[in-house]
């Protein structure tokens, strides 16, 4: 059986958890409305006054996740990166 394709996996990933609105998601890790500025219902920035209000408070820990879906030639076509803050 062929591996499912990210597309598959992100689709059953929906329909078995639901996709949280990005509101949502934002209290869940401390933002307040006035942070977050909301790019459709999955997406949003954060505004830089997230950090200064939160200048007081230890550093945290960033790790950055990339990888490259090469074509069937094997060129890179596409790069993915996901950001995982604590």
Known sequence: EPVPSDIEVSQQIV??????????????VGLTEEEVIPWGIAKAKISLQARENRADQPDGNYVVVTGINPTPLGEGKSTTTIGLAQ
Not at 16 to 28: R, S, T
């Open 15 to 28: 329909k078995e958890v639901g996709l949280l609105p990005i509101l949502d998601v934002a209290k869940q």
